[in-house]
């Protein structure tokens, strides 16, 4: 993602149709509109959206004569760190500490996910170590 396009985020819609295209990798707007629950999406709902997430640069098509084939152009793992680096900045102060502590006091973590949490963090540590005052 370029630098001037850190900020870029999506509508509920648009989400919805990048987490399908995601997940099938390409495909045409028909094959979106089948991946959603019932009751579906109009096809021209979908079509639209599409075109409003390639004109953001979400995602790109190759043409068939008059028919177009989607696939994003912004990784998911991509979007997700830009994502969640906007909601900490702008929720958070920057601070992945405050992050943690309102999810440790509100989401109600049980004990077996703070230990999983705990495990995850020791081994990035282990990962990274760092010299005791640096």
Same mark, same amino acid.
């Given at each position: 993602?370029? #630098? ?11 989400? %919805?149709?990048?987490? *399908?295209?995601?997940?099938? =990798? ?13 009751p579906k999406p109009a096809y021209n709902t979908v079509s639209t959206i599409v075109r409003i997430?390639?004109? #953001? ?11 177009? %084939?989607?696939?994003? *152009?912004?990784?998911?793992? =991509?979007?997700?760190?830009?994502f969640l680096n906007t909601m900490l900045n702008d929720y958070f102060g920057g601070s992945f ?38």
């Amino acid at each position: 993602m370029e #630098k001037n396009e850190e900020k870029r985020e999506l509508t509920r819609a648009e989400e %919805e149709i990048m987490q *399908i295209l995601w997940n099938i =990798e390409k495909g045409f707007v028909k094959n979106i509109v089948e991946r959603f629950p019932d009751p579906k999406p109009a096809y021209n709902t979908v079509s639209t959206i599409v075109r409003i997430l390639e004109s #953001k640069g979400f995602i790109g098509h190759k043409a068939y004569g008059k028919t177009h %084939e989607y696939y994003p *152009i912004i990784a998911r793992d =991509e979007y997700r760190r830009q994502f969640l680096n906007t909601m900490l900045n702008d929720y958070f102060g920057g601070s992945f500490r405050q992050l943690a502590s309102f999810f440790m006091k509100h989401e109600k973590l049980d004990m077996r996910e703070m230990e999983e949490l705990l495990n995850l963090m020791n081994k990035e540590i282990s990962k990274n170590p760092k010299k005791p005052g640096s």
